[in-house]
């Protein structure tokens, strides 16, 4: 029994959250699904109509989706339009915050994540990507525009190597756009051989990459087998929402003290306010006392929603939205984390870590200004200290006290941040003890926390 429930137990009965879980949602198991890929590779047009095909949205929305987007002179924006919510998404046709929505299929319960490609949101796609379990990499068949995505300087490369950074192993490859070259499978081959060695690189097994042929305008191969006689002929594969369906689920740490990462905080309807975000671990019920870190406030969880739904209870592995009392909304911000009181986690502003470093123009030294992104924060911080360089396969010490560090290595380094951060030893918590970092526009290196001094 999470340790988390003890203090609900004085007010109301305890709920056995392992068993509520297994009854919700008929048995289905639930996903995280971000999707990612260069700016206008059709992220948002694909998943607005497969959302459109499965029901989500209803005709008449769809047919004001339409109308509106041909007097905006975006028709092709219509699908789009379902996930890219704000006037500025519109007007601007790219997506820009992370969008949030749910789907069913056969055997998954689907929290989609539709992440923005732009090089300017990166910071955004991040917090996107580290509440995912799976990925869904879109890329653009048509001429010219696949290779503008993957060459450098597009957007391809660096998302997948940050989702996989950030813990995603499995990953559908989308490859949109292939009715503008006529379904040609000698342009789908190419496209699979050159992502497959990148992806190979970046640490994808070849068993957990799928690649599925999709045209996201014309909804062709998302919800029902292809059909379309030139793409028939040379596929026999599985469409998108088959390839979804059997993502596997990914174990739920649900016994371990109770974490929930903090994405937003807003003022309800109400006594207190409310917090947006992600279940890490543990489970909470309604009634339950918390701890605020790094501030160490305590809190009352007066109000459980999952997907705009009341509930009592919210386990590890939700995306939740919890209204609590007892402490003042100004304690709370976004990168917070709410704690088991009886177990809460470490505040730190110096950490050992181990990191692997992308590509980089100039080398790291000692004092090396970064900014730390990790699951919904950004903080400024420096490197403090090299510590050592280790080899690649076998993680042993090659060299003590390196005076910089390159493209490709890995190395152990002391990272000192300008306030404290709530993290985790990733041997206890891998999502909470794993980060990235930033300089400039591209993010340089990827790591996890092996000590908290």
Wanted: proline residues 5%.
């Amino acid at each position: 029994m999470p340790t988390s429930q003890k203090a609900a137990g004085k007010t109301k009965q305890v709920l056995d959250v392992a068993a509520e879980l297994s009854k919700r949602d008929e048995g289905k198991e639930v996903i995280n699904m971000v999707i990612i890929g260069h700016v206008d590779a059709g992220k948002s047009t694909l998943m607005g109509h497969l959302l459109y095909r499965m029901g989500h949205v209803n005709k008449k929305t769809m047919h004001k989706y339409e109308v509106e987007s041909q007097k905006a002179g975006k028709a092709s924006f219509a699908y789009a339009w379902v996930l890219d919510e704000t006037g500025e998404e519109r007007v601007r046709g790219i997506t820009m915050d992370v969008g949030l929505t749910k789907f069913e299929t056969d055997h998954k319960v689907v929290t989609l994540l539709d992440a923005p490609g732009h090089r300017d949101f990166i910071p955004n796609m991040i917090t996107g990507a580290a509440q995912a379990d799976v990925a869904i990499l879109v890329v653009d068949a048509s001429t010219g525009e696949f290779e503008a995505g993957f060459e450098a300087g597009g957007q391809t490369r660096e998302h997948a190597m940050l989702v996989r950074s950030l813990g995603v192993t499995q990953l559908a490859v989308a490859v949109n756009k292939l009715d503008t070259v006529g379904w040609s499978e000698n342009r789908y081959q190419e496209i699979v051989k050159k992502l497959g060695h990148f992806l190979k690189q970046a640490g994808f097994k070849d068993s957990d990459v799928v690649y599925i042929p999709v045209s996201g305008l014309q909804g062709e191969n998302l919800i029902k087998p292809a059909s379309e006689p030139p793409l028939t002929a040379w596929y026999k594969g599985p469409c998108l929402l088959q390839q979804i369906d059997s993502f596997k689920s990914p174990p739920r740490p649900v016994d371990k003290p109770f974490r929930f990462c903090v994405s937003d905080v807003f003022k309800g309807m109400g006594s207190g306010f409310s917090v947006a975000g992600r279940l890490v671990a543990g489970s909470i019920q309604n009634g339950t006392r918390v701890m605020v870190m790094p501030s160490g406030e305590t809190a009352t969880v007066k109000g459980i929603a999952i997907h705009d739904f009341p509930m009592n209870w919210a386990c590890a592995g939700d995306h939740a939205t919890l209204t609590i009392t007892g402490t003042d909304i100004m304690k709370v911000s976004v990168g917070s984390v709410l704690c088991d009181l009886a177990n809460p986690i470490q505040a730190a502003s110096r950490i050992k870590a181990r990191v692997i470093i992308f590509n980089i123009d100039v080398p790291i030294t000692k004092g090396f200004p970064v900014v730390f992104h990790y699951q919904t924060l950004s903080e400024p911080a420096n490197i403090r200290k090299l510590i050592s360089l280790l080899h690649k396969s076998t993680g042993e010490v090659t060299r003590n006290k390196p005076r910089c560090l390159s493209k490709g290595n890995n190395a152990v380094i002391e990272v000192e941040l300008n306030r404290p951060v709530c993290l985790e030893l990733y041997k206890d918590n891998k999502d909470l003890g794993r980060f990235m970092l930033r300089y400039g526009s591209a993010t340089i290196a990827a790591g996890v926390v092996t000590e908290i001094p």
